[in-house]
């Protein structure tokens, strides 16, 4: 009986001390995703600045919403489709960084698209609709934004290229 006492005190103080460094790392992990997503903001902000006026977020997290989106698109193109997307969107790289980390969708929706990750294309849109909750976006807005990226790419790299974005997006 003792013993078993003294594993569960060993189990308490372990569980604590693991919980206490986790704090300072979510924190940190927290800090560069704000300097991420601001980074993103000003480096592409014509198309955030149409994400923040059809969806109504702020730029940060239009930009991380936009890097949410053509992260699932980089999953689901061919590299050198993938590159084309990339090429009429300025500050790709920073934009697909301002996304929040798989890991960082916490909760019930979070779960749930950990499971539909594997059911393929909705998963991959079960994981942006959580990765939006995670910028403090109602997952909703995932349908909303995917017209006004697939305009902007459009625009920019032609109706070829938003074809690409709107097939990978589906």
Known sequence: MRAN??????????GTLAGAAAIPVAAS???????????????????????????????DQAAG?????FGVAKSRLAPADFSQVSKAVPGMDLLLKA?????GAIGTTGALSQLAGSAGSAGSLASA???????GLKPDLVGKAIPVLTSFVGKSGGADV?????????
């Open 162 to 170: 938003s074809k690409l974005l709107a097939g990978a997006l589906k």
């Open 5 to 14: 006492r003294r594993f569960a005190f060993a189990g308490l103080v372990v």
């Open 65 to 69: 919403a936009a890097g949410t989106l």
């Open 129 to 135: 609709a959580s990765a939006f909750s995670a910028l």
């Open 99 to 103: 996304a929040p980390s798989a890991g």
């Open 29 to 59: 992990q927290a800090g560069k995703g704000a300097a991420a997503m601001s980074e993103a903001a000003q480096a592409s902000p014509e198309l955030v600045g149409a994400l923040s006026k059809e969806l109504g977020p702020t730029p």
